[in-house]
């Protein structure tokens, strides 16, 4: 995998700060709404409304003919959901809301994984323990580590909770494209280390890993991502900047 690796300006980086605080207030907001009664259609309105009244363009609307803000992934469905109005939360659901924003050029990207209380304890330590698998993974972070070595530790951080990773679905770097070198893979491929990253380097990691076995399947609308085996699916995603002594959340 040759893969040039953008390092980013004092500039640029200045406006993925900008842009990532908005998504993140918007995916704060959003994330508030989520009660048993209220549909998906209606998260992605607000978001919608939310980030074109700051100026900030959804930069999944239009993605390869993606029709809306965000990707709200219920239980099983993994990613790429479509927010629909008869997906409505109940008691029990737990929900990754996604959404990618451009600000000046420059996108960020970011994932909020919510549940909808009274949950079970299986729902309950899913998000917890992605928090902190999120949170692990950040903390390894720094100037001078391996790509290789990031994706093994994340691997590590999902299996040592017992969960298995979706082989498919990866992280990546991100800037003036939404998907831009490398990709962040949430597993460590081969034996070597990989392209080494340095500090000015913006990465949106996301961990995305199952209950269950870790296989997926694609349906019918050729976007929404589910479990093969209907087991529970977490993604959890920050971007994020590489600095001289760790990172900085842009999101
Ligand atoms: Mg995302
Ligand atoms: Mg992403």
């Known amino acids: ?95 990754s809301i996604d959404c990618g924003a451009v600000h000046k050029k420059m996108h960020t990207d970011s994932t909020v994984l919510v549940g909808v209380h009274p949950l079970s304890n299986q729902a309950d330590s899913l998000i917890k323990n992605s928090e902190d698998i999120l949170d692990s993974t950040l903390n390894f972070i720094r100037d001078g580590i391996y790509l290789n070595d990031l994706s093994e530790h994340i691997e590590k951080q999902i299996h040592r909770h017992g969960y ?32 080494q990253l340095k500090a000015g380097t913006t990465l949106a990691i996301e961990p995305i890993f199952t209950t269950g076995n870790g296989r997926i399947q694609t349906l019918h609308d050729k976007w929404t991502i589910v479990t093969a085996d209907g087991s529970l699916a977490s993604q959890i995603e920050h971007t994020i900047l590489i600095t001289e002594d760790g990172y900085e959340i842009l999101t």
Not at 30 to 56: I, N, Q, W
Request: proline share 6%.
């Open 164 to 195: 298995n990773v979706v082989q498919e679905l990866t992280g990546h770097g991100i800037g003036y494209k939404l998907h831009e070198p490398p990709h962040v893979l949430n597993y460590k491929e081969g034996t070597g280390r990989g392209p």
């Open 1 to 95: 995998m040759n893969q040039q690796i953008a390092i980013k300006t004092q500039a640029e980086i200045e406006i993925m700060r900008e842009g990532g605080k908005i998504l993140h207030e918007c995916l704060q907001l959003t994330a508030d709404m989520v009660k048993p009664g209220v549909s998906t259609y209606e998260l992605d309105k607000f978001a919608e409304d939310f980030l074109r009244k700051h100026d900030v363009v959804p930069s999944f609307k239009g993605y390869h003919g993606f029709p809306a803000t965000l990707c709200t992934s219920v239980n099983e469905q993994v990613v790429h959901t479509i927010p629909t109005k008869t997906q409505i939360l109940k008691p029990g659901d737990i929900i």
